[in-house]
T-cell receptor, first 114, second 112 residues
Framework: KAGVTQTPRYLIKTRGQQVTLSCSPI?????VSWYQQTPGQGLQFLFE???????NKGNFPGRFSGRQFSNSRSEMNVSTLELGDSALYLC?????????????FGEGSRLTVL | EDKVVQSPLSLVVHEGDTVTLNCSYE??????LLWYKQEKKAPTFLFML????IEKKSGRLSSILDKKELFSILNITATQTGDSAVYLC????????????FGKGTKLTVNP
């Protein structure tokens, strides 16, 4: 069974640019959530999608957005990049977060903003 | 504000030692507490705890939850170099804003 796949794995952008990250969940999983991980703040919740609907959103500015497609694949977008957006962005999937707390994480997309 | 605090932040031990990692939390509408191990990139699931006093075990790892005192511990006995990782504690809520709130992790280094 394939795991959670995130692309790209690494990317470098400059301030002001925008970036789109992609996540393919485990087959059959309908919930996809996104986390930002930095050395100072640890793992912070960005948002969660279930059946193409955003169910929950963390405390991040509107520059951070996402969506989920009918096949459960998800993308997140960060516009007008700032240096502080440099982080590891982790995607996690589960069958239904309402029934189980276990998440399956991808290996992340490492974003560097110069 | 919901909060999960892990201690210590880092720990260096020798192979064969036993370690105890701590996780305390202040959250509303607690549903479960989860432990994850992060070696390089993807955190991997270790345990989910929902009931007080019931120990979960997997090999040399074990964990227990105290819902009255709002904390959990993760024990690793006879540590091996392969146990070197960041151990993350997360608390799951029920109802309303469903998300996992993570602690900042404990970085464990096991030296040969």
């Amino acid at each position: 069974k394939a795991g959670v796949t995130q692309t790209p794995r690494y990317l470098i952008k400059t301030r002001g640019q925008q970036v789109t990250l992609s996540c393919s969940p485990i087959s059959g999983h309908r919930s996809v959530s996104w986390y930002q991980q930095t050395p100072g703040q640890g793992l912070q919740f960005l948002f969660e999608y279930f059946s193409e609907t955003q169910r929950n959103k963390g405390n991040f500015p509107g520059r951070f957005s996402g969506r989920q497609f009918s096949n459960s694949r998800s993308e997140m977008n960060v516009s007008t990049l700032e240096l502080g957006d440099s982080a590891l962005y982790l995607c996690a999937s589960s069958w239904d977060r309402g029934l189980t707390g276990e998440l399956f994480f991808g290996e992340g997309s490492r974003l560097t903003v110069l | 504000e919901d909060k999960v605090v892990q201690s210590p932040l880092s720990l260096v031990v020798h192979e064969g030692d036993t370690v105890t990692l701590n996780c305390s939390y202040e959250v509303t509408n607690f549903r479960s507490l989860l432990w994850y191990k992060q070696e390089k990139k993807a955190p991997t699931f270790l345990f989910m705890l929902t009931s007080s006093g019931i120990e979960k075990k997997s090999g040399r790892l074990s964990s227990i939850l105290d819902k009255k005192e709002l904390f959990s511990i993760l024990n690793i006995t006879a540590t091996q170099t392969g146990d070197s990782a960041v151990y993350l504690c997360a608390v799951d809520f029920q109802g309303g804003s469903e998300k996992l709130v993570f602690g900042k992790g404990t970085k464990l280094t096991v030296n040969p």
